[in-house]
């Protein structure tokens, strides 16, 4: 499976933003997809997660703040992100997981500053 972020970039605080992750093969419906984040210093955490049943999981810190979804048709998760801020600067990686099977994208970072 390979994965493609998109639509890092530089953000002001309080914009939102939208991640897409495009993902190859044909049982992308089967994984369960997650949106991780490095932050510079910091440990990396997972800050959104969806299964193939459509059960979601959020971080706290984001919790209100950032949505993700899928689109089995498209291969594609979303992770849409609203009211950003500057703690929330980091590089975003996206997650595909089936049974012990893992598989990361390249990253996207975005930066939130004004």
């Known amino acids: 499976v390979q994965l493609v972020e998109s639509g890092g970039g530089l953000v002001q605080p309080g914009a939102p933003r939208r991640f897409s992750c495009v993902a190859s093969g044909s049982t992308f419906g089967a994984y369960v997809m997650g949106w991780y984040r490095q932050a510079p210093g910091k440990q990396g955490e997972l800050v959104a997660g969806i299964s193939s049943g459509g059960s979601i999981n959020y971080a706290d810190s984001v919790k209100g703040r950032f949505t993700i979804s899928r689109d089995n048709a498209k291969n594609t998760v979303y992770l849409q992100m609203n009211s950003l801020k500057p703690e929330d600067t980091a590089v975003y990686y996206c997650?595909?997981?089936?049974?012990?099977?893992?598989?990361w994208g390249q990253g996207t970072q975005v930066i939130v500053s004004s």
């Open positions: 997650r595909a997981a089936l049974y012990r099977a893992g598989y």
